[in-house]
Each structure stands twice: as structure tokens, then as C-alpha cells.
């Protein structure tokens, strides 16, 4: 069924799974029953059909008031909070794409860091969401790419390698990896090796990004598989 094409897997605070699914929303999964027991969906009326619910994505925060929720990106809303006590969403998106105020349409990815926030990979781009509710749309990517694609952001992974926990890769659609500093906002020049193992902006598209135990950064893309 649907439920079957998922996305992501965690456990919140209390011990509870939680499994997102591209087509059947949010699942409760009771581990020692080993089934499923509650699905919830963003749009109810979509049935499996709808891309509202298409979950791509979720994340969890530290932040005092918010041990009972989890963080969604989806294809519509691009991000939203379900409370796992009151079992309820709440939409904080957009339909203007230069709102400050929630994501644009469609979220790709999630990473959470705990002086920064929560930051939300998207179709616009990479957005960070403060303590105090307020989105933003950083804007120190190259734009001049084809139909702006480097603004789709896949995959905000942060690196292992970096004790500070400052680093993020950016896996992007058809534009190419970029290195993101999270301390100066501002993108970072690509080693040498890497850049060679790129195909050039616009032809391959790029989801995923991983660093071994052996310190060796892996890629997956549309095109040639792993890198």
C-alpha cells in the first residue's frame, strides 16, 4: 500500500515511532505489535492522491515548549507541526514567495541546530525558522543558473567532520553541492577533488549527501548513482 513508501523514521521523546510516507501522510507505528495504529494527514480530503501528502522529511527540537512536536516538510505544506499529544498539525507556509512569515510551497529537508534552529530545505531555497516563529530565505546562492534550480534544496546535511557542527552540505536540483557555513551565512569554495567528480551545474540533480566513517563525503544523484 502507499504506507509503504516511506521517507523517514524516528522515535520522539516518549519512545513513540513515527513514520513519514510519500502518499499516506504521518504513521504511528507500535513496534512491539509490529502495525501500524494511527495515520494522520495533512490534507484528509487528498486521500493517498494528494501531494499535501507527500512527507519528505522530519525533525525534532530542544526548545523549551516544543518536546511534543515534530517538524514536517512536505510537497504541500512545505512545513508544518504536528503535536504528538494533541495529535494536530499547524501549517507555517506561504503562498507568497517572498513571505517572511512561512515556506514556499513545497519543503524538501529538515536539520536542527541548537543556536540556530531549524532550518528547512525547500523550493526557494534554504530557510531558517527562529524561536520566535519567524522564517527566511537566506540569499547568498547563485541564482544565475538555469530557471534558478539551485534554489530546490534537497538535502541540508550536516557534517560529522566539523566538531562545531557548522558545516552543511546542500544538495541541490540540478545545480550542483554546495558547502554551507552556518557561522558566517555564506556559501564555502569546493576542494579541488570534489568539484571534479561534479558534472557541471544544470545536468545532474543531487538528493543526498554522507560522510563514512573513513571521512569520505558520498553523494547521491539523479544521474550517475553514488558519487
Known amino acids: 500500500g502507499q504506507d509503504h513508501f516511506i521517507s523517514k523514521m524516528k522515535f520522539d521523546k516518549k519512545g513513540k515511532m513515527w513514520i513519514t510516507t510519500l502518499g499516506a501522510g504521518l504513521m504511528e507505528f507500535d513496534t512491539a505489535k509490529r502495525q501500524y495504529i494511527n495515520q494522520y494527514l ?111 534544496v534537497f538535502d541540508a546535511y550536516a557534517d560529522p567532520a566539523d566538531a562545531t557542527g557548522n558545516t552543511l552540505w546542500i544538495a541541490t536540483w540540478g545545480c550542483g553541492i554546495y558547502k554551507y557555513n552556518l557561522q558566517t551565512k555564506k556559501l564555502e569554495e569546493l576542494p579541488a577533488w570534489i568539484k571534479k567528480s561534479l558534472r557541471p551545474p544544470g545536468v545532474s540533480s543531487y538528493f543526498c549527501v554522507l560522510r563514512d566513517r573513513q571521512g569520505m563525503l558520498w553523494a547521491g544523484s539523479s544521474d550517475d548513482g553514488l558519487l
Not at 49 to 72: C, S, V, Y
Open 42 to 152: 495533512l490534507e484528509p480530503g487528498d486521500g493517498f492522491k494528494g501531494g499535501t501528502n507527500r512527507i519528505f522529511d522530519m525533525a525534532a527540537t530542544d526548545f523549551p515548549g516544543q518536546e511534543d512536536i515534530l517538524w514536517l516538510v512536505a510537497d504541500r505544506p512545505g512545513l508544518t507541526a504536528f503535536n504528538t499529544t494533541t495529535r494536530t498539525f499547524i501549517s507555517y507556509s506561504s503562498d507568497r514567495p517572498d513571505s517572511r512569515s512561512g515556506v514556499y510551497k513545497n519543503g524538501y529537508c529538515l536539520y536542527f541546530h541548537p543556536e540556530d534552529g531549524l532550518w528547512i530545505g525547500g523550493i526557494k531555497g534554504l530557510y531558517r525558522y527562529d524561536r520566535r516563529l519567524q522564517v527566511y530565505t537566506t540569499h547568498d546562492f547563485n541564482y544565475s543558473f538555469p530557471n534558478g534550480c539551485i534554489s530546490e
